[in-house]
């Protein structure tokens, strides 16, 4: 006798965040209802028109907006982004670059080099 397997299911917030797109900007039925693994997967490989207007214009999560302009999530908060923005938006800043833009973008190169350092550290004592 074979057990049902039940498929994994999860919340749109958590979807939304795996397809690295903004929650609130997602069609109403995908706000409302629950994902499947499955479902999930087929959003990726083959996205809907909805998913890649949004993936292309925004308005973008976070994590998006701070990869988009260089800096870290921190970094957008002390900047006083705090909302989602589209991508028109996003090229403004860039295009302005704020001082704001140039010193957050100064961290996080410092911050990634400090880590490419303690990892090389990591390693070099582990041999």
Known sequence: MKAHKTPQ???????????????????????????SRDELNALQADPPQWLRDLRRNGP?????????????????????????LTSEQVEE?????????????AIQVESLKEAARLKQRKNDRAR
């Open 9 to 35: 299911t999860m919340k749109p917030a958590t979807a939304a965040r795996k397809l690295e797109v903004y929650l609130e900007a997602t069609p109403a039925e995908f706000q409302e209802g629950v994902v």
């Open 93 to 105: 800043i860039k295009a302005s670059n704020p001082d704001w833009l140039q010193r957050e973008r």
């Open 60 to 84: 973008h999560p976070r994590q998006i907006l701070a990869l988009k302009l260089g800096v870290s999530i921190s970094g957008l908060a002390r900047g006083g982004i705090t909302e989602a």
